[in-house]
């Protein structure tokens, strides 16, 4: 059966608990996943070349895309499909507290898209994103002292560590859940086990 056009709750319906092990659905659609690659992209390259005065138009560069594609995803947060929605993914510190509890008992909690735990680091890498771009972009066109160098660099390495804990996340995640979470933000599909939550 066909479900590239489908919604995974739709799909969920009608799929056997059996069939739901090995069934994977369509989950992240392209422009969230060209946005997370190239955001890795973009990070990394103005990371590394920060402390380079040879690389510096590159770094800005680099700096003012990863703020186009912050905007660009808060949009498509709002208007984009089922998934890409903050709405299906944003739900508090309660709610990723009691994800991130559950992942030590035998039966963890499982989302079909990004979990509350994943939603709030979304939502930081997003925010801390944004910050450094803007501190960045001051910087560069000497609008302030040395204290907005200084907030530039504390952001870029609190979002380092924030990256850190994004892909320690997918790590965990992976294993507990057994599916492979950097493959399916390369294919956009998913398995649907039992017990998923949409």
């Known amino acids: 059966m066909s479900t590239t056009s489908e919604f995974p709750a739709d799909v969920a319906t009608r799929v056997s608990a059996d069939e739901r092990a090995t069934h994977k659905v369509f989950v992240w659609d392209a422009p969230v996943r060209l946005f997370h690659w190239l955001m890795v992209i973009c990070f990394a390259g103005a990371y590394v070349t920060a402390e380079s005065e040879h690389w510096r138009l590159l770094h800005v560069t680099l700096g003012y895309t990863m703020a186009g594609l912050v905007g660009f995803r808060i949009i498509w947060g709002l208007v984009g499909t089922q998934h890409a929605r903050f709405a299906s993914f944003v739900r508090g510190p309660r709610a990723a507290l ?96 039992p017990e998923t939550n949409t």
């Open 98 to 193: 009691a994800y991130l509890r559950s992942l030590l008992g035998p039966r963890p909690q499982h989302y079909l898209g990004h979990n509350p735990a994943g939603g709030l680091a979304i939502v930081g890498l997003l925010a801390l994103i944004a910050l450094t771009a803007a501190s960045g972009y001051a910087t560069y066109n000497e609008l302030g002292g040395d204290w907005l160098e200084e907030l530039h660099e504390f952001a870029a390495d609190a979002l380092l560590i924030l990256v850190g804990v994004h892909l320690a996340g997918v790590a965990v995640g992976s294993f507990v859940h057994k599916e492979n979470l950097v493959r399916a933000m390369i294919t956009g599909r998913k398995p649907l086990p």
